[in-house]
T-cell receptor, first 111, second 114 residues
Framework: GNSVTQMEGPVTLSEEAFLTINCTYT??????LFWYVQYPGEGLQLLLK?????DKGSNKGFEATYRKETTSFHLEKGSVQVSDSAVYFC??????????FGRGTSLIVHP | DVKVTQSSRYLVKRTGEKVFLECVQD?????MFWYRQDPGLGLRLIYF???????EKGDIPEGYSVSREKKERFSLILESASTNQTSMYLC?????????????FGNGTRLTVT
């Protein structure tokens, strides 16, 4: 079946460090790929998406590129801030409207 | 902006009680979902609905039921609450049938069963 695997956390960084959170997905069909972010005490909200191979999603300085050859959708940011501390979820859908989520990666950014 | 509203942020119930969690969305979305979120387990799908009065079981439906009498409202029911149902419950909605549109989430209901 469909699955999404993302790196376990927590990821702990200092402010202004470079961030990568790895995500790979099963290659069934032609999924759309998403990153969601969950700030403390809130629900998930869409951070960015990509709908086809080689698309790059971007928002708030975060980027992720849909790599079909490596079935990956890694999240990156060049310079993290304390306010980026949150849990990040990678997800896929497509073929079915029921998305599949990764288990989430907690990011902690220290001043 | 789409708004998904869950009726309670925090709820404390006793074992054996019948519990209703309410969710309302304001964007005429076809699909609605109930997830529970537990540390280390991520999001697990309990039930979903793709139309009024339609419902499908997700990955962990045992001990739960749902109701969708109107398009905008999707209720999760714990028939007889148990302590292992203590969790964060998230409602979400989306509009398309092909999976390309994102989910819109409510802020969650943290349920404690004592």
């Amino acid at each position: 079946g469909n699955s999404v695997t993302q790196m376990e956390g927590p990821v702990t960084l200092s402010e202004e460090a470079f961030l990568t959170i790895n995500c790979t997905y099963t290659a069934t069909g032609y999924p759309s790929l998403f990153w969601y972010v969950q700030y403390p005490g809130e629900g998930l909200q869409l951070l960015l998406k990509a709908t086809k191979a080689d698309d790059k999603g971007s928002n708030k300085g975060f980027e992720a590129t849909y790599r079909k050859e490596t079935t990956s959708f890694h999240l990156e940011k060049g310079s993290v801030q304390v306010s980026d501390s949150a849990v990040y979820f990678c997800a896929r859908s497509g073929g079915s409207y029921i998305p599949t989520f990764g288990r989430g990666t907690s990011l902690i950014v220290h001043p | 902006d789409v708004k998904v509203t869950q009726s309670s942020r925090y709820l404390v119930k006793r074992t054996g009680e019948k519990v209703f969690l309410e969710c309302v969305q304001d964007m005429d979305h076809e699909n609605m979902f109930w997830y529970r979120q537990d540390p280390g387990l991520g999001l697990r799908l309990i039930y979903f609905s793709y139309d009024v009065k339609m419902k499908e079981k997700g990955d962990i439906p045992e001990g739960y039921s749902v109701s969708r009498e109107k398009k905008e409202r999707f209720s999760l029911i714990l028939e007889s609450a148990s302590t292992n149902q203590t969790s964060m419950y998230l409602c979400a909605s989306s509009w398309d049938q092909e999976g390309g549109s994102p989910l819109h989430f409510g802020n969650g209901t943290r349920l404690t069963v004592t």
